[in-house]
């Protein structure tokens, strides 16, 4: 038997919600066709819940309003959404030349990532909101179906694309919407490409201190034998210096961060016309293991200045680095180290020094075609002996003056907590001094007998009979507690090098003695001979730099997001109709085959949605009892037929 249609009847009186009535529906009889639904999905609910008492259906005429609360309170948040991406425009355009700080540069880089995220949601929110806008309005107003298709289906860029090209019709119109939906990518990318940061190098003038290693300081090695309480201080210095690790030796600093001051004779590179000998790509020796301790460094950055010192080169009188015109005591044919075995059996060293003058004697000469001044009265002759060999090797001990370019580097840490180790210092450039000292700062001259008791001393670390860690030192400068001393190997050693270790030697004992206790920076207090030096910090530090290309191109998107939420906005107070579009329950106001009640033509699709929610709706054959041709509209389950393939509709 066919199913039965169930007939439903409206209430006449108005009343709070609708549902069925009467004490029996009527039925007609309709032909089966395949696919209709049962009699039990028939007799399904197809009323607007009677559950809902704040929202009834609208049963007599009222009038249209142009204002909704709702509406007006999201149009408000889309006015809103912009204000973060112009707050990041205006950050970043701020940021532009300043230096950067770590937690500035975090909180800048999320923004960014959040805006890169955010841009194309907000705008495809509040762009697809605007353009359902427009089209209510001026479908209110009256507007082919071409322009009103358009802007109805330009929810995204894809679909404004899509919809352009399907409508087959190319206006002014069409290209715009899809121009306005392409500024969403960029907007969306344009942050990522806004804020960089590069370094730079500014300058400002800093004033420093060190020890002056030219000038004797406090006499820890004055007045007679006796009396000198210095000794066990200088030594540890001494012994600390030549026991340290091999990358502290072979450093810039030494193993309390004071600047090593390297050797200018062994530099390979010629000077340029001032002088100067560029070190930066130089392999270096030191001519001391104690450095030159510096004070100041309370800033932060790169510090560079010039500072005078000193050193003392022993040299073969066979041949001598630097002519004179002063002729030397007779030199001692026997110093050829040919199977000469210094093998801790009696290695010492003494001085006799070649002449003593009162006043300086200045002589022009001439080294590497380098134009120096030497200074007269400051050379000598220092002997190495072997007792045991009854052999002795003599060798000239010359002094050098010299200046040298100090470039540190010091980290944050030193300037919050005052620690001496976080900086990085190293000489770059050297060449030796024009303006020779006054004769006050010859060494030969020291008060009392400094000079005297620190060349004694010295020959002291030398004289032990069975183990001298300055032997030692000769053989394997690494690491001389390594050292073998019981093979001949120190007579292996060549000449350059021989030379080039003992004048280190020397000078660590010489200069030690100065203020072992600035070289070890175990106070606070000034030095005993300090020095000013004024110095520039140039600190190569990073810095925002902007992207204006690419921040006009966010600025002129979040612009664009604005004039779009403007737009919004001020069109919810020119439009009268209720917002129908893009709604599915649309669909409930023209089909004559769904139960709905008369009236309800001012409801919004929200409403209309909210009211017929439990309504099951299909669209389909609504003439499913016409075996030849069918017709598709939305329609009831039971009033509306699924569509069959093959089928002829109308």
Request: glycine share 6%; net charge positive; charged share 15%.
């Amino acid at each position: 038997m066919p199913p039965l249609r169930k007939n439903i009847a409206w209430p006449k009186e108005s009343n709070t919600s609708l549902s069925y009535s009467g004490s029996a529906p009527a039925y007609e009889l309709v032909p089966h066709t395949h696919g209709q639904p049962s009699t039990s999905d028939a007799t399904r609910s197809q009323t607007i819940d009677s559950r809902t008492e704040k929202h009834v259906w609208p049963r007599e005429a009222r009038k249209l309003q142009r204002w909704s609360t709702t509406t007006a309170l999201v149009d408000l948040l889309c006015l809103l959404m912009p204000a973060p991406f112009f707050a990041l425009v205006y950050i970043c355009a701020t940021r532009d030349g300043k230096l950067v700080h770590k937690e500035d540069l975090e909180r800048i880089q999320e923004g960014i990532i959040i805006s890169a995220t955010a841009f194309p949601l907000i705008f495809s929110a509040v762009v697809g909101r605007m353009t359902k806008r427009i089209t209510s309005w001026r479908l209110e107003r009256g507007s082919s179906l071409r322009s009103l298709e358009l802007l109805n289906g330009s929810t995204t860029l894809i679909n404004s694309i899509s919809t352009y090209l399907s409508l087959r019709h190319f206006n002014l119109l069409g290209a715009s919407l899809v121009l306005l939906w392409a500024v969403s990518p960029l907007g969306g990318q344009s942050p990522l490409q806004v804020l960089r940061t590069r370094r730079v190098t500014s300058t400002f003038a800093n004033t420093m201190s060190y020890l002056n290693m030219s000038s004797p300081g406090h006499a820890y090695f004055g007045g007679t034998s006796s009396t000198v309480t210095g000794k066990p201080f200088v030594e540890a210095v001494y012994y600390a210096s030549l026991l340290a690790p091999a990358n502290v030796k072979s450093s810039g600093m030494d193993a309390w961060g004071n600047v090593k001051i390297p050797f200018l004779p062994t530099v390979s590179s010629l000077s340029n016309h001032t002088g100067w000998v560029d070190l930066t790509n130089e392999a270096v020796n030191y001519s001391s293991l104690a450095g030159v301790p510096i004070m100041g460094l309370e800033k932060s950055g790169n510090v560079s200045f010039v500072i005078p010192s000193t050193y003392f080169v022993l040299e073969r009188p066979s041949k001598p680095s630097v002519k004179t015109i002063r002729p030397y005591p007779p030199v001692d044919p026997t110093a050829n180290l040919t199977g000469y075995r210094l093998n801790g059996q009696g290695f010492s060293s003494s001085y006799r020094p070649d002449y003593i003058d009162v006043d300086p004697i200045l002589l022009q000469t001439k080294y590497k075609n380098v134009s120096v001044l030497e200074l007269g009265g400051m050379s000598g002759k220092m002997s190495f002996n072997a007792n045991n060999m009854n052999m002795t090797a003599y060798f000239q001990l010359n002094q050098v003056y010299i200046e040298a370019v100090v470039v540190c580097s010091v980290g944050q840490s030193r300037v919050a907590s005052s620690s001496t180790h976080d900086h990085s210092c190293s000489v770059r450039a050297m060449r030796r001094r024009e303006n020779i000292p006054e004769i006050a700062y010859n060494w030969q001259q020291w008060l009392g007998f400094s000079w005297t008791n620190m060349i004694s001393y010295f020959s002291q670390t030398t004289m032990n009979p069975n183990y001298s860690i300055p032997e030692a030192y000769i053989r394997n400068p690494d690491s001389p507690l390594a050292a073998n001393l019981s093979d001949p190997s120190t007579a292996l050693v060549d000449w350059d090098t021989l030379t080039l270790r003992l004048s280190q030697l020397f000078n660590t004992y010489a200069f030690g003695s100065l203020d072992p206790t600035a070289i070890i920076q175990s106070s606070s207090s000034k030095f005993s001979n300090e020095t000013g030096a004024h110095g520039a910090y140039f600190n190569n530090l990073p810095v925002y730099t902007v992207n204006w290309v690419w921040l006009s191109i966010f600025s002129a998107a979040t612009s664009i997001l604005t004039l779009c939420a403007l737009t919004l906005t001020t069109l919810h107070f020119f439009t009268l109709n209720p917002d129908i579009l893009g709604y599915v329950s649309t669909a409930t106001m023209y089909s004559s085959h769904l139960p709905v009640p008369p009236g309800g033509s001012t409801l919004n699709g929200e409403e209309r949605a909210r009211l017929l929610k439990d309504m099951a709706i299909r669209l389909g054959d609504v003439q499913q009892y016409d075996l030849v041709t069918g017709q598709l509209s939305f329609g009831t389950i039971s009033s509306a037929a699924r569509p069959h393939l093959g089928r002829l509709y109308s």
